[in-house]
């Protein structure tokens, strides 16, 4: 209890507890004048991250893009006539489209990791076996008159997302016989981009000549070998009325997309496989249509072939951290200067704020070069050292500088569990802040704020 008179007794409280208050206004404003530097380095790491997939996009661009794999599909032009205003009858052309009753893909990708400066893209190779077989087009419940089917100009269209990855001629097996692909899609009804190759179907069979009626007891069967590269992602899209897609690669961190993940998938230190079994009930277009009824693309499935998450994703994750870490610092000094009668500069305070700022550069422009594990253990080492140091010349007591030095790794390796653990950050995040909050009550608890300015 104080000794001295009631009314001046409340005028030494009053001015402690002014003290303190002022003490903690100011640490808040440094705090506040802190973060500018924090977000400038936020910034950094979105334009850099920025850099860094632009690169990747034309590493990408000169490779071949993420492929989709659309077809094969059977094309067959027919008649339509419409009246102009002159009551003439005009001739155009349309196109019936069909998809295949079975199709079967089997992919291998074989990745490559690519270079350009300090930037790294994933690439792949891919070879890929597609078959199946169509039942013979029948026009019948598509309303088409059968003199108006152009039979001898039907053609089979593959949709590939981008040409540019196509390393080797494509060949169609069409019921025992070779036929060459060419570019372009034939017409873009269903693909904008892809290859195609003419199929006369009143060749193949002479029931094409006579009517569009009842075929579906012929089928017309096909295989094809295509070599891909891509990057990203691989995806296929499912038009066989029963289709089965298997994956298989080297690659250790597959990411399934798409409309469909994997009926199986195996992980394994050797990379992965995956197999897929869509039929035509799981998705919302038939096996027959005319011009532009459907669009097929919103089906595809597959695989990416993500690598690890980035360091440019770790170091901006980490920089969203920066408040928490200049308050719990802060909230670590105050005490210390409350606890031992010590008194901090304010310009001390800026001092190690500007040092935790610098962390998160460091960690930025290290990672671009090592391992963002090891390039947060030189930055924090590197932090963790100057300030300990620092810290022993204004409090010049070795206990003391060891409590802080033990704070900050406390705190550098509780953010390191938080980038490393994901899915676990928020759970690990809050019972990091219960137990420091907890700390500091117990360290408070007989603290007498009244007192403070006196003592």
């Known amino acids: 209890m104080s000794n001295l008179p009631p009314g001046q007794s409340e005028k030494w409280s009053d001015r402690a507890s002014q003290s303190v208050i002022i003490k903690i206004i100011v640490i808040g404003l440094m705090i506040g004048l802190l973060m500018i530097p924090s ?85 792949y190779k891919s070879d890929l076996n597609m078959e199946g077989f169509f039942n013979y087009p029948n026009f019948t ?20 997302s981008d040409m540019r990855g196509i390393n080797e001629n494509i060949t169609l ?12 899609t034939g017409n873009n009804d269903i693909c904008d981009t892809g290859v195609h190759c003419n199929i006369n179907l009143n060749i193949n069979n002479e029931i094409a000549a006579n009517s569009a009626g009842n075929t579906n007891n012929h089928k017309l069967n096909f295989k094809l070998n295509l070599d891909l590269n891509g990057s990203d992602y691989l995806h296929i899209t499912p038009l066989g ?24 998938k195996d992980s394994l230190k050797s990379g992965f496989k995956a197999h897929w079994k869509v039929l035509h009930l799981n998705r919302n277009y038939p096996q027959e249509w005319l011009g532009t009824t459907y669009s097929v693309q919103n089906s595809s499935f597959g695989v ?77 080492s590197g932090v963790v050292g100057l300030i300990t140091l620092y810290c022993n010349s204004i409090f010049n007591n070795k206990w003391l500088t060891l409590g802080i030095f033990s704070v900050l790794v406390l705190l550098y390796g509780f953010l390191f569990t938080l980038l490393q653990l994901e899915d676990y950050a928020l759970l690990i995040g809050s019972l990091g802040l219960f137990a420091f909050l907890a700390t500091v009550m117990h360290l408070s608890r007989k603290i007498d704020w009244y007192q403070l300015g006196s003592k």
Not at 142 to 160: E, H
Not at 173 to 184: H, K, M, R, T, V
């Open 141 to 160: 419940d598509l309303g088409v008159d059968a003199k108006d089917i152009l039979w001898d100009q039907a053609f089979v269209t593959l949709g590939i």
């Open 173 to 184: 097996n069409w019921n025992g016989q070779n036929l060459l692909f060419e570019p372009g």
């Open 39 to 123: 977000f400038i380095i936020y910034d950094l790491v979105n334009e850099r991250a920025a850099r860094y997939r632009q690169v990747v996009a034309e590493i990408s661009t000169n490779w071949g893009q993420p492929q989709q794999l659309t077809g094969p599909i059977i094309n067959i032009p027919y008649k339509t006539w419409q009246t102009n205003a002159d009551g003439q009858r005009i001739m155009q052309i349309a196109y019936a489209h069909f998809l295949p009753e079975e199709l079967s893909v089997d992919a291998n990708l074989h990745p490559e990791l690519r270079k350009r400066s300090i930037y790294q893209a994933v690439l």
């Open 241 to 264: 009325k029963e289709t089965s897609v298997a994956m298989a690669s080297p690659w250790n961190d597959p990411s399934y997309n798409g409309a469909f993940l994997p009926d199986t």
């Open 304 to 380: 990416s072939l993500m690598q690890t998450v980035s360091h440019y994703d770790k170091t901006n994750r980490s920089t969203k951290y920066a408040l928490l870490f200049l308050v719990l610092t802060f909230t670590s000094f105050f005490f210390t200067e409350i606890l031992n009668r010590l008194r901090i500069h304010p310009i001390q305070y800026l001092m190690v704020g500007f040092a935790i700022c610098i962390f998160y550069l460091l960690l930025l422009s290290l990672a671009e070069y090592i391992s963002f594990n090891l390039a947060y253990i030189v930055a924090a």
